[in-house]
Nanobody, 123 residues
């Protein structure tokens, strides 16, 4: 099993920045992709960003490209999400996930999830 704990959420204004962090413990693996998903109020969980084990290949959903940056530290088993120029539509519960060994944007392909952290962006 892999345990994931997110931190860094909060209430901010449009245009502000936030940095989310996720710490992994347990049966982590260098080969696992690490990713962030989010679930806006009343909507389904959606892919935000993912990063390969090497930490140099990342993928983003179109709506956050250029504003969000995902990074990972394999030595510390952490993955961060730097969110800049936040918009009200970024309001959601953000989840850290891992366990997939290939590039996928489908939540069902990730077996391990954190408890989520709330991000609220006011206009």
């Amino acid at each position: 099993q892999v345990r994931l704990v997110e931190s860094g959420g909060g209430l901010v204004q449009a245009g502000d920045s936030l940095r989310l962090s996720c710490a992994a413990s347990g049966r982590t693996s260098f080969s696992y992709i690490m990713a962030w998903f989010r679930q806006p109020p009343g909507k389904e969980r959606e892919f935000v960003a993912s990063i390969w084990s090497g930490g140099k290949s990342a993928r983003y959903t179109d709506s956050v490209t250029g504003r969000f940056t995902i990074s990972r530290d394999n030595a510390k088993n952490t993955v961060d999400l730097q969110m800049n120029s936040l918009k009200p539509e970024d309001t959601a519960v953000y989840y850290c996930t891992t366990g997939a060994t290939y590039a996928t944007t489908m939540a069902t392909n990730y077996p391990y999830w954190g408890q989520g952290t709330q991000v609220t962006v006011s206009s």
